[in-house]
């Protein structure tokens, strides 16, 4: 997730314009950043790695001169944080320049193409193809627009686009396909950007671009086009109302309530997944001895999650260790041939850095499933799988833990795939699900979000909660009872459904909530045993199952119906009314989901 900004003006220099929009897309990423400009014919640039901030004082935006100008906020992708991988991005001729927010899937081998054709890349990055792209189709006399769709219909993936010429100063060409670009309208001056915050202080009319369309700016002008067929199109303008504050929260209350329906994105983004890390991991964990999962907090039940994936498809045993009790667990590395996979989604968490440390001192190879491009876990794991969520601003963990479980499920997948324990038709079935999963997590947000806000009205008053689950429906309940915990401060305990009555049970009186993770899959006949154990003791059953599982359903006096996914699947789209379920009380209780007392975003101490 980056940001960009596009501005052309005839009010003169739009430099600081350009700076001061960024600082306001910051929380889109905040890596590197960089500004392009025209003037006298001359494209001007000036980016590097750090905050906007850091790099203004270094470099002084504002001093770039020209009434054009583009300008991203990076959240690296391809590539570690570092000036040559910052945006703009220029072609061989530094003539064109382009930012881009989005991932071209099929960069390496059009960066190949284009290095046959004499084509020299600068960057690691997967945007560089496109000005470099533009700059071939220009070659045959076309326009920019027209060099611009052409080299659009060339790349995989996706992208939100702005690219400014010095061969064409009067214009900025933008477009989109599935990132997100907005164009603003101004008095004599016309924007695009990622989100509307960027451009709040100047114009309150926006047009939304939608996928695959493309628009060239002038000061005085929008013309927008199909990027597929080239057709002109016609779009309302819209008025925008939301204060500056709201609109940095895309009009949610809290970030917490963005990043919980911004996981449609995320996952999707996610499963763009580096295909040879991907192979490594698999192929790592396919030869090992032994295989641990270390991780902290959600980060910890996004593994155990893992454990049971691992165990049920690939037939591969595995540990799960919270990350601070992995020193007085691990017995060393005898064979040589340990892995341990480290999930962060800084990146920073010491319990985590340690216990990775630890491992590769004893000779482990050391994965790492990470959020954060180029923090300290990246640089200290033999091999990284990335999770694009983007910036989590919200301090509990959301749409990283479903983006952490979707490249889980995609390594489990892959691993029982080539050690034989499943056919290509479950394969095939997996990946169409996960391929699927967006579009079911945006259904159970849409379908579910009102239940569950009424639901919260009632838990609100409560001051215990259980959450139930078995199998790999563990993990779910125990991420659910945990989101409960630190933003609505309601003592939730999680626990294996089969275990609670050993001793929780105890705890049960009238009234007392139990919230089960019930998912049609082998656990389903035994947990509806644990339903009516907790139910004879008055327990205000609270059910998340499917709509076939009538057992549950008809012991509940709460049932949240989600899709039916294959097993290893369910904790994606179960985990999402749970978060909204803690969300919501919380707010209830009057706190602030976005600020949970005494807890920080990352923990930096043992
Ligand atoms: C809970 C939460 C924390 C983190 C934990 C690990 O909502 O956010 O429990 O999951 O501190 O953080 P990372 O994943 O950054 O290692």
Redesign the pocket.
């Known amino acids: 997730m980056c940001g960009i900004i596009g501005i052309i003006s005839t009010n003169g220099n739009v430099s600081r314009m350009l700076r001061e929009s960024l600082k306001r897309l910051e929380y889109r990423g905040y890596d590197s950043a960089g500004i392009a400009t025209i003037a006298n014919g001359i494209i001007f640039v000036k980016k590097d790695k750090g905050k906007i901030d850091e790099i203004h004082r270094m470099l002084n935006f504002d001093s770039l001169p020209g009434n054009i100008g583009i300008g991203h906020t990076r959240w690296a992708t391809h590539g570690q944080p570092s000036r040559e991988n910052a945006h703009p991005h220029l072609d061989c001729s530094g003539m064109i320049a382009v930012v881009h927010n989005g991932i071209i899937e099929n960069y390496l081998e059009l960066r190949e193409e284009l290095s046959k054709l004499g084509h020299t890349f600068r960057s690691e990055t997967d945007t560089e193809v496109i000005p470099h792209l533009i700059e071939e189709f220009l070659k045959s006399n076309k326009s920019l627009e027209e060099a611009v769709r052409q080299a659009l219909l060339k790349v995989k993936g996706s992208f939100a686009i702005a690219v400014i010429s010095s061969k064409e100063p009067d214009k900025i060409i933008c477009a989109r396909k599935e990132s997100p670009l907005l164009i603003g309208i101004g008095n004599s001056q016309m924007f695009c950007a990622s989100d509307i915050p960027a451009i709040l202080p100047y114009t309150r009319n926006i047009i939304v671009l939608d996928d695959m369309e493309m628009a060239v700016l002038t000061p005085n002008s929008v013309t927008i086009r199909r990027i597929d067929t080239g057709e002109i199109v016609n779009k309302d303008i819209i008025q925008v109302s939301w204060s500056p504050e709201e609109a940095e929260k895309g009009g949610f209350p809290h970030f917490m309530l963005k990043e919980i329906h911004e996981q449609p994105r995320a996952i999707r983004d996610t499963l763009r997944v580096d295909e040879k890390a991907l192979e490594i991991f698999v192929q790592k964990i396919l030869t090992a001895d032994k295989i641990y999962f270390v991780?902290?907090?959600?980060?910890?039940h996004a593994a155990l999650a893992a454990k049971y994936m691992l165990a049920k498809l690939a037939g591969l045993g595995s540990d799960a260790i919270i990350?601070s009790e992995f020193e007085e667990q691990f017995p060393g590395d005898s064979s040589g041939d340990s892995v341990l996979i480290a999930?962060?989604?800084?990146?920073?968490?010491a319990?985590?850095l340690v216990a990775s440390r630890i491992a590769k001192n004893a000779g482990v190879c050391v994965l790492a499933i990470v959020?954060?491009v180029g923090s300290s876990?990246t640089r200290l794991a033999d091999h990284v799988l990335y999770t694009r969520a983007g910036p989590e601003i919200g301090?509990?963990?959301?749409k990283?833990?479903t983006t952490q479980l979707t490249l889980l499920s995609m390594i489990a997948a892959k691993a029982a795939r080539e050690n034989g324990m499943i056919d290509l038709d479950e394969y095939i079935r997996l990946n169409t699900e996960l391929n699927e999963m967006p579009r079911k997590v945006r259904d159970v947000i849409e379908r579910i979000e009102i239940k569950v806000k009424q639901l919260s009205k009632h838990l609100a008053n409560c001051r215990n909660a259980f959450y139930l689950g078995r199998g790999i429906s563990t993990a779910t309940a125990l991420e659910g009872a945990?989101?409960m915990k630190?933003i609505a401060y309601i003592h939730a305990e999680g626990y294996p459904a089969g275990e609670s009555k050993h001793g929780p049970i105890a705890l049960v009186e009238p009234g007392f909530p139990c919230i089960f993770v019930a998912p049609p899959d082998s656990t389903y006949h035994s947990i509806i045993g644990n339903v009516t154990e907790m139910k004879a003791r008055g327990a205000e059953i609270i059910v998340l199952t499917s709509k076939s599982c009538d057992d549950v359903i008809k012991n509940a006096n709460t049932a949240l119906i989600l899709p039916e996914v294959h097993p290893i699947l369910s904790p994606i789209p179960y985990i999402v009314p749970l978060q909204l379920l803690a969300y919501y009380t919380a707010v209830e209780r009057g706190y602030d989901p976005d600020r949970p007392r005494n807890?920080a975003?990352?923990?930096t101490v043992q």
């Open positions: 991780a902290a907090g959600t980060s910890y990350a999930i962060s989604q800084s990146g920073e968490t319990d985590t959020n954060v876990l301090v509990a963990a959301t990283t833990f945990l989101k630190e807890l975003k990352s923990v």
